[in-house]
């Protein structure tokens, strides 16, 4: 339906507004597209067309189709038949369906023969006819001989070509002959496309910004050369590591193809620093830790070097913690850095209570043709803890150890596609500092993967240790399984070893010396924004690998809220642990 009012009143704003409405409801045309039958063709394809370019004509008004609107019509529905190779297309008759309602056109049409591709040549000439994107392309057309003319695939092999020529640097690239030559007699076409790519432009020098600070660090995360030959996902990528950095607040690299010297394209960076200090604040909820709030602070640049501060202060019920971060680059501030962490933690959490200070050294280093992070650390920690009625212990602990990490997903905070790995092998000496001997291996996995409409998640999680003394262990390094994001249908980490019953009292929990947990989750759209779960679970601590286990079954629900996925699950335990039934309620996305 159409409106159309035209109207240049004076007159007191107040009776302005309420005398357009009435015009508008009571004067306005009201035009309908065309709705037509189309009869006599057989191809779905042209049919659709032929409907999709008449939808934006209006129905003759009156039941009158005047000459103009044939000749329209006609118009319209050749325009729409050449574009998929029927020119021999003609329209037979025109008339209303219903005298009576006027609401519908049957046109009668003879679709004719297609028209076939006869001759064909494309071809890139120049210093691009033997680039490889270009050679792997034209053996891969979407046009081929003696198959219908389309003229969409014609048109989206010019932009194809001219999308590669852009991305590989050719930037004076053109079409010097670009032709469909049809013959209506005989249904042949030829398609002659003639691509002069003209020369490929090399990257150039790099222009800072005047206030910019570490220019020479930010020379670190350039991943391409002077005169090395221009690509655009190479510039993109820069792009990305200069956002990832996190100096700046907003930041973009553009080739001035202006400015070129000779064959090299000078780049340009634009920047605008961050705020001396960043400040976060964030918070959730969860059936494990209940209410829970964070807040972050940022000093993205410390000195001209590029060395950054941050810290962080976690409050929930079971657990508190505060650390403070210190950042120094060492090759890239991306791939190669130096952390030095200091940190407390306290857990006061089922039988578990414990207070640590800890001093930690990191070496961070990423390959950057691959997605696994590794770290190297080597952490000095003081805990005072007590677990169940164990008396009071504190240990203090020099620990090496080695992180190897990995994290991949799509679809932003409804992930579709993901998964994520961290192994951690640590160990303590009690010849060195350390009050005991401990060797300690833990291992997480995740997989999310979706089928259509259907999305599995697998996770699993296994951990050893080993000591002469586990009585000195502190809490943090024993395992317990349970909860939210272990088994659930059990308490949060209520899944381990326990001291003896006193009584009808049951034993306090002491932990385990390893950790087996394995889960998948099936879930299904149900609703918009909800997706229907079942899912099983399975794991526990123990003192022997896979001596004791838990099982669980249950159902669940999750929302796609504005601020992320909240999710409800209703779970069954059972097995070596005893029965339960929980409500879990957890926020954030899966992985």
């Excluded at 009201?30 to 934006?56: M, P, R, W």
């Excluded at 209940?290 to 810290?311: D, I």
């Excluded at 890239?332 to 850095?337: M, S, T, V």
């Excluded at 929990?509 to 099936?522: A, D, P, R, W």
């Amino acid at each position: 339906m159409r409106c159309y009012l035209a109207h240049n009143l004076e007159m007191n704003p107040l009776f302005k507004r309420p005398l357009l409405l009435f015009l508008i409801f009571n004067f306005c045309s009201t035009v309908y597209a065309i709705d037509a039958e189309l009869v006599g063709l057989d191809d779905d394809k042209l049919e659709d067309n032929i409907t999709a370019h008449l939808s934006q004509l209006d129905t003759p008004s009156q039941c009158r189709l005047s000459e103009d609107s044939v000749i329209t019509i006609e118009d319209r529905i050749a325009k729409a038949s050449q574009a998929l190779g029927y020119y021999q297309l003609t329209v037979d008759d025109i008339v209303f369906s219903d005298l009576q309602e006027c609401d519908e056109l049957r046109i009668t049409i003879s679709q004719g023969t297609q028209v076939t591709i006869t001759e064909l040549n494309v071809d890139v000439i120049g210093e691009g006819s033997n680039e490889p994107r270009f050679v792997d392309y034209l053996s891969s057309l979407p046009l081929k001989l003696n198959t219908p003319l389309v003229h969409a695939n014609y048109n989206k092999v010019k932009s194809q070509l001219d999308s590669i020529a852009l991305n590989k640097g050719y930037f004076d690239s053109a079409f010097t002959t670009n032709e469909i030559r049809v013959d209506e007699a005989a249904n042949t076409a030829a398609i002659i496309l003639t691509y002069e790519s003209g020369v490929r432009y090399a990257f150039g020098s790099i222009i800072y910004p005047d206030d910019i600070f570490a220019k020479e660090l930010i020379a670190t995360i350039i991943p391409f050369s002077q005169q090395q030959p221009y690509e655009a996902t190479l510039l993109g990528e820069f792009n990305r590591n200069l956002s990832q950095t996190g100096y700046f607040q907003q930041v973009v690299a553009r080739p001035l193809l202006d400015n070129a010297q000779g064959r090299n394209i000078p780049i340009e960076i634009i920047a605008t620093a961050r705020p001396r200090d960043i400040f976060n604040v964030g918070g959730g909820i969860s059936t494990d830790k209940g209410l829970t709030g964070k807040l972050n602070w940022q000093r993205p640049w410390v000195n001209r070097h590029g060395h950054s501060m941050k810290g962080d202060l976690y409050v929930s019920a079971p657990e508190q913690s505060a650390s403070l971060n210190y950042k120094i680059p060492i090759e890239d501030p991306l791939h190669n850095y130096l952390a030095i962490q200091t940190g407390y933690n306290a857990i006061d959490n089922n039988d578990s209570n414990s207070d640590t200070v800890s001093l930690a050294i990191q070496r961070h280093w990423t390959n950057t043709t691959q997605d696994w992070n590794k770290i190297a650390f080597l952490r000095y920690s003081r805990d005072r803890f007590q677990q169940g009625t164990e008396p009071q212990t504190t240990t203090n602990l020099l620990v090496p150890g080695f992180t190897l990490s990995r994290h991949r997903s799509r679809g932003g905070l409804d992930v579709t596609w993901g998964d994520s790995q961290l192994l951690t092998i640590e160990g303590a000496s009690d010849a060195i500092v350390s009050d005991i001997n401990l060797a300690r291996i833990t291992f997480q996995t995740k997989w999310l993967r979706s089928f259509g409409d259907h999305r599995i998640l697998i996770r699993g999680e296994f951990g050893a240790l080993n000591t002469n003394d586990f009585s000195q262990v502190p809490n943090s390094l024993r395992y317990f399984a349970g909860g939210d994001q272990s088994v659930r249908g059990f308490g949060y980490e209520e899944l381990a070893p326990r001291e003896p019953d006193v009584g009808e009292q049951r034993g306090k929990l002491i932990g385990g010396q390893y950790l087996n947990v394995g889960s998948i989750e099936y879930t299904y759209p149900v609703a918009t924004d909800w997706r229907a779960a079942l899912f099983t679970d399975v794991g526990g601590a123990s003192e022997k690998p896979f001596e004791e286990l838990a099982y669980s079954v249950g159902v669940g629900a999750s929302w796609m809220s504005p601020v992320g996925p909240i999710r409800l699950y209703l779970a069954k335990g059972f097995g070596d642990f005893g029965d339960d039934f929980r409500i879990h309620f957890a926020m954030g996305p899966a992985l």
